[in-house]
């Protein structure tokens, strides 16, 4: 079974501070991505990789940058967090290769107070 | 922006009822998957299906795909108390890898 695990299930940080959220995937997958979910907003990609050291911003990458030094791990770091960075991080895997199924890690909830 | 569209946002039936749920997207894809979400956890993948296919079954799953109306609908059938979850379409278009997810449809199975 594909297993997606990310650092924390529940994180609390002050603002300001800077906030390190790390997944690991054991599929060999050369994608990973990192999404932010909000009620009503559903899921908005932040930035993804499609090889080690390779980014691309999605939808929201203000406020975010990522890390991918090893093909397994993708990190996504909060430079100083604010509270309206609060939200539910969701990481995902896939293959380079149509159809692009995602897998998915439990998510993290983060909370910026 | 690219995003599904999905209908209802919010579905409340009763045990062994089917559910019916709706995405609409916006120009041409390669396919459309649908993932379910239980509360507080990440996304599973439940079903694909490829532009060139018009229906797909899965246990009680069954979609369907309209690409002339650029649609696609999830039916749960005999639903359970243990289906209740939030439902997600995800849409991949020809070009990139990217994927587009809808905003979700939140179904509660009353027992």
């Known amino acids: 079974d594909v297993k997606v695990t990310q650092s924390s299930r529940y994180l609390v940080k002050r603002t300001g501070e800077k906030v390190f959220l790390e997944c690991v995937q054991d599929?060999?997958?050369?994608?990973m991505f990192w999404y932010r979910q909000d009620p009503g907003l559903g899921l908005r990609l932040i930035y993804f990789s499609y090889d080690v050291k390779m980014k691309e911003k999605g939808d929201i990458p203000e406020g975010y940058s990522v890390s991918r030094e090893k093909k397994e791990r993708f990190s996504l770091i909060l430079e100083s967090a604010s509270t309206n960075q609060t939200s539910m991080y969701l990481c995902?895997?896939?293959?380079?290769?149509?159809?692009?199924?995602?897998?998915f890690g439990p998510g993290t909830r983060l909370t910026v107070t | 922006s690219q995003q599904g569209e999905e209908d209802p946002q919010a579905l409340s039936i009763q045990e062994g009822e089917n559910a019916t749920m709706n995405c609409s997207y916006k120009t041409s894809i390669n396919n459309l998957q649908w993932y379910r979400q239980n509360s507080g956890r990440g996304l599973v993948h439940l079903i694909l299906i490829r532009s060139n296919e018009r229906e797909k079954h899965s246990g009680r799953l069954r979609v369907t795909l309209d690409t002339s109306k650029k649609s696609s609908s999830l039916l749960i059938t005999a639903s359970r108390a243990a289906d209740t979850a939030s439902y997600f379409c995800?849409?991949?278009?020809?070009?990139?890898?990217?994927?587009?997810f809808g905003t979700g449809t939140s179904l509660t199975v009353i027992p």
């Open positions: 995800a849409t991949v278009y020809h070009t990139g890898n990217q994927f587009y």
């Open positions: 995902a895997s896939s293959y380079s290769r149509l159809p692009y199924e995602q897998y």
């Open positions: 599929m060999d997958h050369e994608n």
